[in-house]
């Protein structure tokens, strides 16, 4: 089931971010605690990135049902930014972060371990 969130980070004179985004509990609780790396989005050498903290994000009061019938429309992106989309995910094997747009980072089954595309290749040259 998805709710309404509002995020927003305060990024002192360079601006803020903020944005409402329709998720499921799960993938919020996930988020809490990782890394977040938006990029230069307030402008040339910007780099905004931190620790996505629960402050941060706060959960509306709006029926899942309506957040449902809306995000039939809208996606889960409403407005502004997702957070769940700039989380970095960290490769066991090279320790490099990723996030999904740049990288395909992910748990791989047949190593259990998260592993970025390269290491995971080098991973089975070295087990054929």
């Known amino acids: 089931m998805k709710y309404l969130y509002r995020f927003f980070w305060d990024c002192g004179r360079s601006g803020y971010l903020e944005g409402l985004f329709a998720a499921t509990e799960e993938d919020v609780n996930f988020a809490i605690g990782e890394d977040i790396y938006f ?14 903290e629960e402050g941060d994000i706060e959960k509306l009061n ?10 039939q429309i809208l996606g889960s992106k409403w407005s502004g930014f997702n957070p769940l989309e700039y989380v970095k995910t960290s490769c066991d094997n090279c320790d490099e972060s ?5 990288w395909d980072c992910e748990y791989r089954e047949e190593f259990d371990k998260t592993l970025c595309q390269e290491c995971m290749e080098e991973l089975k040259k070295v087990n054929d």
Request: aromatic share 6%.
């Open 39 to 52: 990029g230069e989005v307030l402008g040339k050498h910007s780099e905004v990135y931190g620790v996505l």
């Open 62 to 71: 709006i029926s899942p049902e309506a957040v449902a019938e809306v995000s």
């Open 98 to 102: 990723y996030r999904q747009d740049e």
